[in-house]
């Protein structure tokens, strides 16, 4: 068995390429570069794209499977047997071949190439472009009709149904993967900032909120206060005997609230030329009764 050289190989292939697309340019260092035909298939894809000469490119993404065919269809007789394989160029962008790499003896049809890319960046490839190479081997003696190959993939001429089905799908390759992990981050990174956003609002309105009670209780009590002054100042003010001074001295405005509403009252009613400290005198008396009354009763009882 021997591999043919360039001689032999351009006199089997001139007769075993038929429609007279053998070209003495494609043999190449005792091999034949075969072309790719008019139909690719790539897995994302839901049917075969049709590559003519207006549109003869198509993209193999990263990650990507294809099924490719060749322009070329191959004869090869029963005393050969045929080596396939992609040229080292394409090989080393990251384009993998995944099938397989021999044609059996007997073979007839387009060859097929199943093939992934395993780079980082897009492969183009175009319609009549060699990117397949064939090497011929001779037999030590010859294949006897039993023996030809006679199987699934004889007279193959196109991508079938079947070849599509076989590979049809979004893959997890390496990209999809990057891509599904950077918008997962992406969400979740969106979600934690809506989420301190929406604490970061909580926070500042219950800030807003608890100082605006603090503030109005301060207010309040403020004003209470001022209150309690206000009465205590009165009660020094008044007439009242020394001894009741100093018990009302000592009580809160809330204890009173009612004579100040009382007051209030008072101090609307009261005549324009009217003394103040008579109408508070008035107020401050009635408490003083009161008062005055229950420390008595209080006194009594405690006697
Ligand atoms: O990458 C390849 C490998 C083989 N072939 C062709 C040539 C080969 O002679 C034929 C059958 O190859 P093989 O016997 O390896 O494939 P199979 O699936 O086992 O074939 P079958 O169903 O005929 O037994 O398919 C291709 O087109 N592409």
């Not at 390429?17 to 340019?25: A, L, M, Q, R, Y």
């Not at 193999?60 to 992609?86: C, H, M, N, R, W």
């Not at 980082?120 to 175009?126: G, M, R, Y």
């Not at 990117?131 to 037999?139: A, D």
Request: glycine content about 6%; charged content about 25%; proline content about 2%.
């Amino acid at each position: 068995m021997a591999f043919l050289a360039n001689e032999e190989l351009k006199k089997l292939l001139k007769t075993c390429i038929s429609e007279n697309k053998f070209s003495e340019d494609n043999l190449q260092n005792a091999s034949y570069e075969l072309t790719l035909g008019n139909e690719v298939y790539t897995n994302n894809d839901s049917v075969k794209t049709i590559l003519y000469d207006e549109k003869p490119q198509f993209e193999l993404k990263p990650g990507q499977f294809a099924i490719l065919i060749t322009d070329e269809i191959v004869k090869i007789p029963a005393e050969y047997i045929g080596f396939i394989s992609l040229k080292f160029g394409f090989k080393f962008k990251g384009l993998v071949n995944i099938s397989g790499f021999h044609v059996d003896p007997g073979f007839q049809g387009k060859l097929k190439f199943s093939v992934y890319n395993a780079g980082s960046k897009s492969i183009i490839l175009e319609k009549g472009s060699p990117y397949f190479v064939l090497w011929i081997s001779q037999l030590t003696s010859k294949l006897n009709k039993q023996q030809e190959y006679n199987g699934s993939h004889k007279n193959q001429s196109s991508i079938t149904p079947d070849d599509i089905m076989k590979i049809q799908g979004d893959l997890l390759d390496r990209n999809t993967l990057k891509n599904l992990i950077d918008e997962n981050a992406t969400a979740i990174e969106l979600n934690r900032i809506q989420r301190n956003g929406f604490w970061l609002n909580v926070r500042w309105i219950s800030g807003i909120v608890i100082g605006l009670l603090l503030t109005l209780n301060i207010g309040i009590w403020l004003n209470k206060n001022k209150k309690d002054n206000a009465l205590r100042e009165e009660i020094k003010n008044t007439q009242a005997p020394k001894e009741i001074k100093n018990i009302l001295a000592n009580m809160n405005v809330d204890s009173v609230i009612r004579n100040e509403i009382d007051l209030d009252v008072a101090k609307k009613n009261a005549d324009v030329g009217k003394n103040l400290d008579s109408i508070l005198n008035q107020k401050i008396d009635s408490i003083i009764g009161i008062k005055f009354d229950e420390i008595r009763v209080n006194k009594d009882r405690s006697e």
